[in-house]
């Protein structure tokens, strides 16, 4: 089944613990992001890879960090997290073709930083 | 900074009452509009891409159109399964993505 996973689903952890959120698709996607959703926000772009260790930064990338070692997997680093970063965290996949550029969402990942 | 301003922020309807989402937006050279729709705890699930102002793309009861400056949404006939939160979302050129902050749309049997 064409999926993106996302671990874990749900975690509670104390600031300045660093945490890493994997990402993983099925579908060898080129293109690989993270968002956070908040209420009244709307979901808000944190890093993108178009390809094996290609990143750039969304509109709220300070406080993350990214790699692309495998273009399956696309992990979102939280070095040292505060009550700020408390949110909803998706991670998608996409093709890069012009015609054919569906993404696709994994489950979410609820983040709580004490 | 590319923007996406989505309206209204909420809609109820009741069954069969068709009506139209809204989304204006501006962005460094459009790759392309999507439109999505989220369930509650859910990720978003895809809906339509559109490229080209004049484009129109049609799925059940859905329809989006695209005009050099806004998209919308048209729910025809809707039914309580429409209900959700509906996210447009503008790639631009380096693709970097920006969504909307949605409108939530209930619909009552």
Not at chain 1, 5 to 22: A, D, S, W
Not at chain 2, 16 to 33: K, M
Not at chain 2, 85 to 96: E, F, P
Request: hydrophobic share 30%; with cysteine.
């Amino acid at each position: 089944e064409a999926q993106v996973t996302q671990n874990p689903r749900y975690l509670i952890t104390v600031t300045g613990k660093k945490l890493t959120v994997t990402c993983s698709q099925n579908m060898n996607h080129e293109y690989m992001s993270w968002y956070r959703q908040d209420p009244g926000l709307g979901l808000r772009q944190i890093y993108y890879s178009m390809n094996v260790e290609v990143t750039d930064k969304g509109d709220v990338p300070e406080g993350y960090k990214v790699s692309r070692k495998e273009k399956r997997n696309f992990p979102l680093i939280l070095e040292s997290p505060s009550p700020n970063q408390t949110s909803l965290y998706f991670c998608a996949s996409s093709l890069l073709r012009t015609d054919d550029n569906e993404q696709f969402f994994g489950p979410g990942t609820r983040l709580t930083v004490l | 900074e590319d923007q996406v301003t989505q309206s209204p922020e909420a809609l109820r309807l009741q069954e069969g009452e068709s009506s139209s989402l809204n989304c204006s937006y501006t962005v460094s050279g459009l790759r392309g509009l999507f439109w999505y729709r989220q369930d509650p705890g859910k990720g978003p699930e895809f809906l339509f891409t559109l490229y080209s102002a004049g484009e129109e793309k049609e799925k059940e009861r859905l329809k989006a159109t695209l005009t050099k400056k806004e998209s919308f949404l048209h729910i025809t006939a809707p039914k309580p399964e429409d209900s959700a939160t509906y996210l447009c979302a503008v790639q631009a050129n380096d693709y970097k993505l920006s969504f909307g902050a949605g409108t939530t749309v209930t619909v009552r049997a």
